[in-house]
Structures are given as C-alpha cells and as structure tokens.
C-alpha cells in the first residue's frame, strides 16, 4: 500500500499538469477548427491511440452489459455533451474563465456521491476544504467577472453545465464501474464520441471553417494524446484508488495551472489576487485530505 502512494501521489499531480493546459488548448484549436468537428477530431485520434495500446498490451475489449451501458453514459454523456458544451462556450468564454466555471464539478460530485456512493462519506474535511478552494478560484480570477456578462452567459452556463454533466457521469462510473479495465473503458466512449461530434459538426458547423495548419494538428493531437488518452486513462485508474470527492478537486488546481502557465509561457502578471488565490486553494486541498493525511487509507 506504502509503496503505491508515490504512484497515486504522481498520477494525481500529472493529471493537474495536463488537464490544466488543456483549456488554452481547446482556444487554440478553436482558432482553425470549429468548436464540434474540432472536439470530433480529438477524439477520433484518441481512440485510435487508445486501440493501439489496448492492442500491443493485450487488452480485450469487455463486452458485457453493464460494461456496454456504461460506454455508452460515457459516450454521450461525459464526452459529446460535456466536451461539446466546452468546446463551444470557449468560443465566447476566456478559457481561464470557463476553468473556473468548471470548479462546480467537485461540488455536485460530493452531492451525487452523498446518494449514490454513501460508503464514501464526505466529511466536514472535505466540504470546508471544498468552499475554500472555490472561493480562492473566485479570488484568482475576481477581475474577469467584471466584464459584461451578457455577451457570454449562456456560455458560462453551459461550462457550468458540463461540469455537473461530467460529475453525474463520473459518480456512475466509480459506483459501477471497477471492474473495467481503463484503457477499455475509455475506448468505446471515444469512438462514439468521435464519431459522433464529427458528424454533428459536418450538419451544423460551416466546414469552411476548417483550417488544417500547425495550430490545428499540434492542439488536435496534444489533446488526443495527452489530454484525452493519458489523463482519462489515468483518471479511471486513480478513482479505484482514492476517494472521488478528493479526485474531483483536481478542477481547483487546473485554473492555477493555467495561471501560471500563462506566467511561465506569455508572461502574464501574477497579481496579489492571484497569488493569495492560489495559497486558499492549496489549504483548501490540505483541509480536504486531512482525514486522509491523519488517518491514511488506500481504496484498493
């Protein structure tokens, strides 16, 4: 158990790193591609890659009922509507904004567990470090909520949506879902969401729109790659470990990841703001898992 911790500790640190550039990724790809063919795209590849892995380490796909139920609440669910709602909010939401918004997802994951996963008790940790984390979100980002809202709200709205979409999904997942492997288990959505997202962009997008240029294949293939096949495959593989209100709150870390990474790559400013922002979210995060730090136990 001692010996697994640094693996989970790492994976979870990875998994902030990853899915927190992938938010300027999406803006990038949005620059050449439109928002569904862009995200059909995406997972087009993904899949492709995550068949070649399944292929070389022989992995057989699980083809039973409830496995085939859950593909398909993944599939629809937690990648065309979700992913699809993000993708297009993007294109009138500040993707540091919508990272924000998205920072309702561990809120509704610990209420959908309260009633579907009650063995995985919340705690007073974990709700006073939650409300911490969100308000340093809001502290972190306070002047982009003085702008006009009527120009993006129903965007806004619909990361909000999306993240309460992907928590349902996510809950159903860890509830239901243990024994599929997570390669296998990411395959099938992927497919159907590739599928899937690329048509309803060739019905509903102007396809003369599309641009393939460096933009477009570095961002498609970095999503695919990095923010599709290695973060959900990780994903799926720490919710067997860890409790999934604490993974949920990877969604506090991601927008201080993309603040920096702003710092770091285009040299934005680093405002007190951010910075004290940035310090609640981490106590927060520590508040959360201090039953866990005190008490330490390992969901194998």
Do not use: H
């Amino acid at each position: 158990m001692k010996s697994t911790t640094p693996k989970i500790i790492f994976v979870y640190l990875l998994l902030c790193l990853i899915w927190g550039s992938t938010w300027l990724g999406i803006r990038v790809s949005l620059e050449s591609l439109p928002p569904l063919i862009s995200s059909g795209f995406r997972f087009i590849v993904a899949s492709a890659g995550i068949l070649i892995l399944m292929k070389v380490r022989g992995i057989v796909l699980q083809k039973d009922k409830i496995a085939i139920k859950l593909y398909l609440i993944m599939g629809i669910f937690s990648f065309i509507i979700a992913f699809g709602l993000v993708y297009w909010a993007e294109q009138y939401v500040p993707s540091g904004l919508a990272s924000v918004l998205f920072g309702v997802y561990p809120f509704f994951v610990a209420l959908f567990s309260y009633f579907m996963i009650p063995e995985e008790p919340i705690g007073t940790y974990k709700v006073v470090g939650m409300i911490l984390g969100f308000f340093g979100i809001i502290i972190i980002f306070s002047d982009s909520f003085g702008a006009d809202l009527s120009l993006n709200l129903i965007g806004m709205m619909a990361v909000v949506l999306s993240g309460i979409v992907q928590a349902a999904t996510a809950v159903i997942i860890k509830k239901e879902g243990k024994f599929l492997n997570p390669l296998s288990m990411n395959f099938v959505p992927m497919l159907i969401a590739g599928i899937g997202l690329t048509i309803l962009g060739l019905i509903f997008e102007d396809v003369n729109q599309i641009t393939f240029d460096s933009k477009a294949i570095i961002s498609v293939l970095y999503l695919a790659i990095f923010g599709s096949i290695v973060t959900f495959t990780s994903f799926y593989w720490l919710m067997k470990k860890v409790n999934i209100v604490i993974l949920s709150l990877i969604a506090f870390i991601t927008p201080i990841v993309a603040l920096f990474l702003g710092w770091l790559i285009y040299n934005e400013n680093l405002t007190r703001e951010n910075i004290i922002g940035a310090i609640m979210v981490l106590i927060g995060l520590v508040i959360a898992n201090l039953q866990g730090i005190l008490k330490p136990k390992i969901i194998r």
